[in-house]
């Protein structure tokens, strides 16, 4: 009889642990766990997530490509349902999804609250088709990047002339080859080691995963715009999900993952990536590096020369069947309203 009464405890226990994790959803992405995004946004998210539905999701998360491929794999890992869910940045596969390559166009960035915020409106109203095949969890962006440098600073726009300056999209390697430079396009994992063998003299990239990519004592100078003036550029950053993983789930945890996506996440990711940016700056400057903000009375001479790529961007989504004037004059209304101008 003891027998039979401790095989039911464990039958019920068994039962009971199988019904606390109904779902599991590994998460992939390319960074560090070091970096901004895994430890300040996701692993809190994880949490969240988990908390929010009694332990009935188990979230994983398995940073620096951990699960195999490329980062510009991404993507496609999630619309495959090889990984439940992958964060990535949209610009690594160029060209892909030009729709969203407006807020990647030179001088049209601000703090990572304020672009993130534009992005929701953004993404509701144009980016419906570029993400029919996945279920958007997150769409958001960093601060405005900088320009760093490791043997030459840069505070004028002929400074960048014939410079070797990593890239991280399609519309800032045509926007830095209009300054002068030579744009490499590269995944920000690959920066440090680029740096140090000289493949690169610089890298386009925000505050905030320099120190996760530890390489404060390979630049040391640094040149920057003020969120004020537009910043140089920005990339569009995208957490997705299987599409079939997220139907298949009961309507219960559905509405735990959607009261917990998109602009709730939003708030938090903004928030998180713009204390890390000053953070990672002041770290910078302790560490001996030297910051120049380039005048604001020669931000025209920088935009008057990227101005051809904004154009083409224009016609090409007009070409493609879009206005892509309006697109983006709304792109700019809608920054302009999360800077409160």
Same mark, same amino acid.
């Given at each position: 009889m003891k027998t039979i009464l401790l095989a039911g405890i464990a039958a019920i226990a068994v039962a009971g642990s199988a019904t606390a994790q109904e779902v599991t959803l590994r998460v992939h992405h390319f960074l560090s766990a070091e970096a901004p995004m895994h430890k300040d946004v996701l692993a809190p998210w994880e949490k969240l997530i988990e908390e929010k539905s009694g332990g009935r999701i188990d979230v994983q998360l398995f940073p620096s490509m951990q699960l195999g491929g490329k980062p510009p794999?991404?993507?496609?890992?999630?619309?495959?349902? +090889?990984?439940? =869910?992958?964060?990535?940045?949209? &610009?690594?596969?160029?060209?892909?999804?030009p729709v969203s390559e407006v807020f990647e166009l030179p001088f049209l960035s601000g703090s990572a609250t304020q672009t993130t915020a534009a992005l929701q409106q953004y993404q509701a109203k144009y980016m419906g088709d570029e993400l029919k095949d996945v279920h958007p969890l997150l769409i958001h962006a960093p601060a405005a990047y900088k320009v760093h440098t490791k043997d030459k600073p840069v505070a004028a726009q002929a400074d960048l002339g014939g410079l070797k300056i990593r890239t991280p999209s399609r519309m800032m390697t045509d926007g830095l080859a209009a300054l002068g430079a030579n744009p490499i396009g590269m995944p920000v994992p690959e920066i440090a080691q680029a740096l140090t063998t000289g493949v690169i003299d610089g890298a386009v990239i925000p505050w905030e995963v320099f120190g996760s990519l530890r390489i404060e004592s390979v630049t040391k100078d640094h040149a920057e715009f003020g969120a004020e003036n537009g910043g140089l550029s920005t990339s569009v950053m995208a957490l997705v999900m299987n599409q079939a993983k997220y139907d298949a789930l009961p309507d219960d945890l559905k509405k735990v993952i959607d009261e917990n996506t998109g602009a709730?996440?939003?708030?938090?990711?903004?928030?998180?990536?713009?204390?890390?940016?000053?953070?990672?700056?002041?770290?910078? =400057?302790?560490?001996? &590096?030297?910051?120049? +903000? =380039?005048?604001?009375?020669?931000?025209?001479?920088?935009?008057?020369?990227?101005?051809?790529?904004?154009?083409?961007? +224009?016609?090409?989504?007009?070409?493609?069947?879009?206005? &892509?004037?309006?697109?983006?004059?709304?792109?700019?209304?809608?920054?302009?309203?999360?800077? &409160?101008?």
């Open positions: 794999q991404l993507f496609d890992q999630a619309r495959d349902g +090889v990984v439940d =869910i992958s964060w990535t940045l949209l &610009g690594y596969t160029p060209g892909r999804f709730a996440l939003a708030d938090m990711a903004g928030k998180a990536f713009d204390a890390a940016e000053a953070a990672e700056r002041q770290k910078a =400057i302790d560490a001996g &590096g030297k910051i120049t +903000v =380039i005048p604001e009375a020669d931000l025209a001479e920088w935009q008057g020369a990227t101005q051809p790529v904004v154009d083409t961007w +224009v016609r090409s989504m007009t070409d493609a069947g879009h206005d &892509g004037q309006a697109m983006l004059d709304d792109a700019r209304a809608m920054l302009a309203a999360a800077k &409160g101008k």
